[in-house]
Structures are given as C-alpha cells and as structure tokens.
C-alpha cells in the first residue's frame, strides 16, 4: 500500500497536523500534550515571529485514507548564519511503527533541502531554542515537562536504521527539595552577595517582574549563544515569550541576580509543573481545559526549571548560589516536593556541576540526529 505525502495547506489541514499526536498516543501515561492554541501560535506565520528569518513547510502521511504520521522542515536563516552552517530542521516528527512512513516523511524534507541547495538535515528543532526539541532515547516511562517532546521507544531504531546519527544529546534531571534549607548553601549565598555586592531582585508581583523582562531576555542572548543551534532572539520574540511566560509566573518561583547598580546579571525562572494538567485538557482550554491547568498550578508538588541563565562575564562567580538559596526557600515554604530539569546539554558542564549536591537523578535524554542530504 502507498503513502501519500500531503503538504498542510489550509487552517483545518493545520488542525489534523496539530492533532495527531492525540490520536498515536491516546492513553499513553507519559506523554503531555501541547494544548491545540499554543501550536496554532507557533506554527502559523501570522503569529509566530520567527517567520521573520525562518521559512518553514509541513506535511502530513496518508496511508488507506488515514493519516499515520508527521512532519515540519525549518529553514533557520539566522542560525545558519551565526553558525556558518548549510543546514535544514526538521520539527515536529511523529510516526507509526512502520520503516516506510518514517522514510517517506524524512524524504520529504530532505527533498525540500536539496532543492534549496543545503547540505544536511538536523533535528528535531524548533525555530528557537525556546521550542520542544531533541527526540527522547532513554527515559519512555518517565512523565515528561510541558516543554518537552515525547515520543515512543520505536522512534530512534528506525531513524538510525535510515542513516541519521547523533549530533548532540541533551540531558534531563530530577532533583528532590529538601525539607530544610542547606546550610552549605545559605553560606555560599552569603559570601558571595558580600564578596561581589551582588543581591536577588524582590519582586513581589507579576507585574513588577515584568518589567524586567527585557534585561532578562537579554542575559539569555548572551549566555546561550554558544549553545548548540542557538540564534539570538529579535525584539518581537521577546515580546512573544514575555506575554507567554512572564507574564504567568509566580514571582516566588523566579529568581533575579542584580548588580550593586540594579543591572540584571543572572536568573533562573521556574514554574510549576504543568504535566498532569496538560493531560487531562486534551488540548483545548474549553470547556473545562482552563480549570485544569489553573488547578495544576496551584496543587503541583513538582517545579518545572524552564530557564537559567548567567551573564558570562559573570560565570564561575557563584551567583547560581543566591539563585537556589532563593528558590530552594520557597519551594520549602510551599511545599514543592522535586525539581524537574529541561533538557542541558550534555556538554553544558558548567549548568550540569551546579546540581551536584542534590543527589540528581538523570532520568531522560533527548537526542538531535544529523544526515548528510544526498
């Protein structure tokens, strides 16, 4: 039997490639979907910013008139060009348990690829650094973050099978908070404000961190540009993800390091998790989707770390200390029972060392493939 290849064209073929993942992993107890409005967002051109320096094409696979996997390529001009690079993404890679499928849909965007004159094809990425990426090949019974990928165990056999190899892994870890504040920790804290006059910001609204937002979105440009794949962020992206995460964020749970003179030098922001939720919206935030998630928020016993970032003229000073001297006192206080990484780099040592003391436990690990295009 064939497999049809159908590029997304109109807004209700959008919907089907939204929605087939619900459909591969219906009732799988790991997987945490992605509510349909935040992928609407992402992937349309009107509304996502990225569109700016990315281009970017989906399809959907068909086989005996039902559809049976999944596919974006991303075409990232900026990061290609920061990295001095010839590259195509693929993105959002979903697929039965079937060779074929899985090669018909890499061949798309291999094709798409070859016929703009690149020379190879990673992924799975996201336009940004700030999307899902990495396919999971180790942790399949493990409950992933709202901002990760999950995939079935079948996913990197076939992918190697078809001549992809690891490019770069990225690491996940559990940590359990414990039930008093280190001491160790509170010490480092404190010498470390003494020695560089350096303090945490005490914002106590939403609002008021806000209005930070971007001087921290600036500290992340800095930091994360030598991180694999990383382009740095415009001004309208900033925008984006100040309204969707900053303007969300529980004030206790985000951690700002400032400089005697109130200059942004470091953060961390964390959120609740949002996992647990995500699975019993389907989706969709009506008619009771809403309420899921804004329950989660409240009742998690889990924090998710989204976003830690130090200025590197900053690095190796210990200012991660005041950060988690901070959080760890309110994660207490609310009774947060573990921390959940988002994928590390491998390689990201300096991140990884951090959470040496904490008795971390790697539990997932995410994989970005590479091929040569033919």
Known sequence: MSIEIKEIISKSDLKKFIRFPFKL??????????????????????KNPAYEFCEARFWLA?????????????INHRANKCWNEN????????????????????KTVEKWGKERGF????????FTDMDREGMLVYGFNELGTYATYYNHDYYPVLIEKLGYEKDTDWLQFEYQVPKEEPEKLRKIAEMVAKRYKVHTLKAKTTKELKSYAHQIFDVLNQSFLPLYGFAPLSEKQIDLFTKQYISYVNPEYVSCVMSED????????????????????????????WYHMLN???????????????????????????????????????????????????????????WKDYNPRQHIRRRCYIKKID
């Open 296 to 354: 989660g928020m409240k009742k998690a016993k889990i924090v998710d770390m989204y976003l830690i970032a130090i200025r590197p003229d900053w690095q190796n000073k210990g200012l991660n200390a005041l950060m988690f001297d901070e959080l760890m006192r309110n994660y207490i206080k609310n009774g947060i029972e573990k921390t959940i990484q988002n994928p590390v780099l491998e390689t990201n040592n300096k991140n990884i060392d951090i």
């Open 87 to 106: 590259r195509i993404r693929f993105t959002c890679f979903d697929y039965i348990d079937d060779e074929k499928v899985a090669d018909a849909l890499l």
């Open 62 to 74: 068909y086989k005996d008139g039902e559809s049976v996997g999944r596919i974006g390529g991303i």
């Open 25 to 46: 992993y219906k009732n799988n107890p790991y997987w945490v979907p992605v509510l349909d409005m935040d992928e609407i967002n992402n992937l349309s051109k009107d």
């Open 262 to 289: 109130n200059e942004m030098l470091g953060f961390g922001i964390t959120l609740p998790s949002l996992s647990e939720a995500a699975q019993k919206t389907n989706g969709k935030l009506l008619p009771f989707g």
């Open 119 to 126: 020379e190879e094809i990673h992924g799975p990425l996201g």
